[in-house]
């Protein structure tokens, strides 16, 4: 399975940052991003063992193995994430109830939801890490973003692969009901992150409605990739794609 190989070949994807050579956050930065970059920490990290449970009934052990490689790079950012937090003197925290609520849905009915729900984290994702790449002038941090955005794409177009083939299984109106139901979902979602991280989004020049097309932009993106009858897999290495 082409997923299986990218996962694989993508286990370096942090080994080029030079901790090194990391500094301190400014005041003014530390201040905005302490917050927000505490929960998205913790929301990264996940044992994946129901979405194991999950995908194990497909009956599919090449998914199996594509998606504990994923699981295993989402642990990594929440890693480097912490790393970074550790030497900025940022405290962890153990638990959050926005990210608890994603993990709550994550479990609550099957493969699909718990792929619906990563997706619409992950889209989320990808306009929060350009955010915060804009918000600091830490190189290491910048680096951190811009690699995570990096493996987000590619979580993005694994996600919607995954779509794809359970769609396959349903019925026209049960898949119009499923897009619907994700719609709502990621207005709910694109509300929620803004009243809780919108220092970094405004640090990072979005405003409340820019935000809201940018993260639309990636949602519309993807529901063509699920539509997609072969889902392109592209040269992945040093890409940072737009909003």
């Known amino acids: 399975m082409i997923w299986y190989e990218y996962f694989k070949d993508n286990q370096d994807h942090f080994y080029h940052l030079k901790w090194e050579e990391d500094e301190l956050l400014t005041s003014s930065e530390k201040a905005i991003i302490t917050f927000s970059i505490r929960q998205f920490q913790r929301g990264e990290y996940s044992e994946g063992k129901h979405f194991l449970q999950y995908a194990m009934r497909m009956d599919d052990q090449s998914y199996v193995f ?105 019925s026209k109106t049960s898949i119009a009901l499923s897009r619907i139901l994700h719609r709502i979902l990621m207005s709910g979602t694109i509300v929620m992150v803004w009243l809780y991280h919108k220092k970094v989004l405004k640090a990072g020049n979005y405003h409340f409605f820019s935000f809201f097309r940018s993260v639309y932009s990636q949602f519309k993106r993807c529901e063509r990739m699920i539509k997609e009858k072969e889902l392109s897999f592209p040269e992945y290495k040093g890409m940072i794609y737009a909003a």
Do not use: P
Not at 74 to 98: C, N, P, S, Y
Not at 131 to 138: F, P, R
Not at 147 to 167: A, G, K, P, V
């Open 66 to 170: 594509a998606l504990k490689l994923f699981i295993k790079e989402e642990q990594d950012h929440a890693a480097v994430l912490g790393k970074f937090m550790d030497i900025q003197r940022i405290e962890r925290i153990k638990e959050d109830w926005l990210d608890n609520t994603f993990r709550w849905l994550r479990k609550l009915a099957g493969l699909e939801c718990t792929v619906t729900v990563l997706l619409t984290a992950e889209i989320i994702s990808m306009i929060y890490y350009k955010a915060l790449d804009a918000a600091t002038s830490n190189k290491i941090l910048q680096q951190v973003c811009r690699q995570i955005l990096i493996d987000e794409e590619m979580h993005l177009r694994f996600q919607s692969f995954s779509l794809r083939i359970l769609y396959q299984r349903k």
